[in-house]
């Protein structure tokens, strides 16, 4: 077989398992065919001209994806880059998402600590340096916080 069939062939191998962006399939190809990096892009662009390899649908099904793990947007930004998608694209991945970030911030604080509100600076702390670590910014953190608060003062009346 010669190379390009080959390299094609593994190429359309990876992309059945799952969505890959074009960076992730350049490293990949490049494990196996090292010497044929010209062809690894010639490859790569008529998977694109045949829709068989989208940037754009790799990032917005990556993000619906850490949507469903409870993950925030800065953690999913950083996760596109380190996947090589550009900032302009993993923007757009962001806001076609339609995602209320604050309410997906109260509800994996609540599935993780429950209703019950943080009595003290140690714990609200701690909380907040959970929902920091799964990737969400300071205005939902606050705002999760402030909820929480606020739905414990509702159920002790």
Do not use: N
């Not at 350049?26 to 989208?54: C, N, P, T």
């Amino acid at each position: 077989m010669d190379p390009a069939r080959a390299l094609r062939a593994a190429a359309i191998r990876q992309l059945a398992r799952r969505e890959h962006s074009r960076v992730e399939l350049v490293r990949k190809l490049s494990v196996d065919f090292a010497a044929e990096a010209v062809l690894i892009e010639r490859v790569l662009d008529q998977l694109a001209a045949e829709g068989l390899q989208s940037d754009t649908r790799f990032a917005e099904a990556l993000v619906a994806s850490r949507v469903r793990r409870g993950q925030g947007p800065q953690r999913i930004r950083r996760e596109l880059a380190e996947r090589g998608i550009d900032a302009e694209l993993v923007q757009y991945a962001l806001t076609t998402a339609d995602v209320d970030w604050c309410a997906l911030a109260l509800t994996v604080s609540t599935q993780k600590f429950g209703r019950k509100s943080a009595q003290d600076w140690p714990e609200r702390a701690r909380r907040a340096r959970f929902l920091q670590y799964r990737g969400f910014g300071a205005d939902e953190i606050q705002a999760t916080l402030a909820g929480q608060s606020r739905d414990a003062d509702i159920d002790t009346l």
